[in-house]
Nanobody, 118 residues
Framework: QVQLVESGGGLVQPGGSLRLSCAAS????????MGWYRQAPGKQRELVAN???????NFADSVKDRFTISRDNAKNTVTLQMNSLKPEDTAVYYC????????????WGQGTQVTVSS
């Protein structure tokens, strides 16, 4: 069984930075994509960024040029560096590890709160 543990959330002022990390325990040899989603109050969960094992990345338009994503396959971790944070980035952030072959299993972290406010 795979478990994901996130860290790094908190309160930051607009224009500040935060780094979120997600570490996996268990067997993730089938995992292809590691990424981050977020959910703000009253809104649907949305993709923030992800990275495939071949290095290809996807970013939400709202975070391009501000956020970067990286992964360390040896340590089973994925990191989201968030710069120039805006109040609209406030949300609970979840990491997700997913396989790209049947049965397409996916694992979620418990979520970490990011609040951008002065």
């Amino acid at each position: 069984q795979v478990q994901l543990v996130e860290s790094g959330g908190g309160l930051v002022q607009p224009g500040g930075s935060l780094r979120l990390s997600c570490a996996a325990s268990g067997s993730i040899f089938r995992i292809n994509t590691m990424g981050w989603y977020r959910q703000a109050p009253g809104k649907q969960r949305e993709l923030v960024a992800n990275m495939r094992s071949d290095g290809n990345t996807n970013f939400a338009d709202s975070v391009k040029d501000r956020f970067t994503i990286s992964r360390d396959n040896a340590k089973n971790t994925v990191t989201l560096q968030m710069n120039s944070l805006k109040p609209e980035d406030t949300a609970v952030y979840y990491c997700k590890f997913a396989a790209n072959r049947p049965p397409f299993e996916a694992y979620w972290g418990q979520g970490t709160q990011v609040t951008v406010s002065s």
